[in-house]
C-alpha cells in the first residue's frame, strides 16, 4: 500500500490527514517512483486554503508538486529503468510515499545531492530561473530581489549571482548572515526601504524581483528600476499588472513559463549536484506531521526549505 496526504476540506492543516491506497500500475510513457523526498511550498498552502477556490468536487484533494525517489516501475515505451534516483517535478500528488508521473516529468538526480535538497530543488529554482529568463539578468547587472530569504529568494540570488551580477536582497535581520553567505547584500525590508536601496546603490538598480507581492515590493520597485520589462513578481497579481510589470506564474493573466521552467530542471541538477547551487533545507517532517510542516511555513519559521521524507 501507498501512503499519500490529502486534504479532506479546504481550510487550514487541521484538514491534512494521510491515507492508505493501493498504488496504481504505471501506463504507458508513465514511472511508479518511491519517493524519499517532497518539497513544501507556499503554493501548497493556498490549494486548499480557499483564497484560489473551494469546490467540494475537488476533496479530497492530493498535495504536492515536486519530489525526489527511485524508479520502481516502468510503463510501456519509457527511457528510464527501474532503480534510477531521479527528481519529479512539475508533478501532482507528490506528498505520498510512491507516486505514478509521466516519464517526462522525471530527471535524474546527481548521486551527490542528498534527498531532501533534491526534493526542495525544482519548484523554487524553476521559477528563479524563469524569473532572471524574463528580466534578462546578466554580468553586471545590479538586481533587487524582495523576499531573499524564502525558497525563491535562495535560488534567485545565487543563479543571478552566477550569472554576474551584483545582488541586493531582502530578508528580516536573522537571515542577513545566510543570505550573505550566497554572495547577497542583505537589507532589512519595512519603513524606509527604498532609503536604505538608494544608499546601498547610488548608481541605480538594473532589475528588480518581487517574490513578497507587498505595496512596499512593487512601489520601490518602480522608483527604483527605470526599465518596466526588467521588474517581475510572482505574488502579486492585484497591482502589479497595470504598473506594466511581468507577472510570472500561475496568477490570471500571468506568463506561467512552463516550457522556461521544465527546460531549467537538468541545469539545475547539474548545477546542485556540483554544489555551486545550493539548497539550504530548514527543516524535514515525515508524511504523518504534514500538518506541522504547514503550520512553520505559514508562520514563516521555516528559514529554508521544508522537505517531507516518507
Ligand atoms: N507565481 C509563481 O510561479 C510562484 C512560484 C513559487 C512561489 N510563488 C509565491 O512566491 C511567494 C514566495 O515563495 P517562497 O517559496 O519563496 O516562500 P517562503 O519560502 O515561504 O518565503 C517567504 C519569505 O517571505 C519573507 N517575507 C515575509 N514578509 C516579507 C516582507 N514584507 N517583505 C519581504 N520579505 C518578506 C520571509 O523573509 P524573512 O524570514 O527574512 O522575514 C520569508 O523568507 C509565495 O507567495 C509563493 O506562493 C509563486
Same mark, same amino acid.
Given at each position: 500500500m501507498a501512503t499519500i496526504v490529502q486534504a479532506i =476540506?479546504?481550510? &487550514? #492543516?487541521?484538514n491534512l490527514t494521510t491515507a492508505e491506497v493501493e498504488p496504481a500500475a504505471p501506463g504507458p510513457g508513465e514511472v511508479r517512483v518511491e519517493v524519499r523526498a517532497a518539497g513544501v511550498n507556499p503554493i501548497d498552502l493556498k490549494v486548499? &486554503?480557499? !483564497?484560489?477556490g473551494a469546490d467540494? =468536487?475537488?476533496?479530497?484533494m492530493r498535495l504536492g508538486f515536486e519530489a525526489a525517489g527511485v524508479i520502481t516501475e516502468i510503463g510501456p515505451?519509457?527511457?528510464?529503468?527501474?532503480g534510477d534516483e531521479v527528481i519529479a517535478f512539475?508533478?501532482?500528488? =507528490?506528498? !505520498?510515499?510512491e507516486v505514478v508521473v509521466p516519464a517526462t516529468a522525471v530527471v535524474p538526480k546527481p548521486a551527490s545531492l542528498g534527498w531532501a535538497e533534491a526534493g526542495g530543488l525544482m519548484l523554487t529554482g524553476a521559477t528563479a530561473v524563469h524569473l532572471l529568463t524574463a528580466t534578462a539578468v546578466g554580468d553586471g547587472d545590479t538586481v533587487l530581489v524582495h523576499g531573499g530569504s524564502g525558497g525563491v529568494g535562495l535560488m534567485a540570488i545565487q543563479l543571478a549571482a552566477l550569472r554576474g551580477a551584483r545582488v541586493i536582497a531582502t530578508a528580516s535581520p536573522r537571515r542577513h548572515a545566510a543570505l550573505e553567505s550566497l554572495g547577497a547584500e542583505p537589507v532589512t525590508y519595512g519603513d524606509g526601504l527604498l532609503e536604505r536601496l538608494q544608499a546601498m546603490a547610488p548608481e541605480g538598480i538594473d532589475v528588480a524581483l518581487d517574490l513578497i507581492g507587498t505595496d512596499e515590493a512593487l512601489e520601490t520597485s518602480l522608483a527604483l528600476v @527605470? +526599465?518596466? +520589462?526588467?521588474i517581475a513578481t510572482i @505574488?502579486?497579481?492585484?497591482?502589479a499588472p497595470t504598473a506594466g510589470v511581468k507577472v510570472l506564474g500561475g &496568477?490570471? &493573466? =500571468?506568463? #506561467?513559463?512552463t516550457e522556461v521552467r521544465a527546460n531549467a530542471r537538468p541545469e539545475l541538477a547539474r548545477l546542485a549536484g556540483e554544489g555551486t547551487?545550493?539548497?539550504?533545507?530548514g527543516a524535514t517532517y515525515p508524511l504523518t506531521e504534514v500538518a506541522e510542516a504547514h503550520r512553520l511555513l505559514a508562520a514563516g519559521r521555516a528559514d529554508g526549505k521544508v522537505v517531507l521524507l516518507p
Open positions: =476540506a479546504f481550510g &487550514g #492543516p487541521e486548499y &486554503g480557499g !483564497a484560489m467540494p =468536487a475537488n476533496l479530497p515505451g519509457v527511457d528510464q529503468n527501474v512539475r508533478i501532482s500528488g =507528490a506528498y !505520498a510515499s @527605470a +526599465d518596466r +520589462d526588467r @505574488a502579486n497579481f492585484g497591482s &496568477g490570471p &493573466g =500571468a506568463d #506561467p513559463g547551487l545550493l539548497v539550504q533545507v
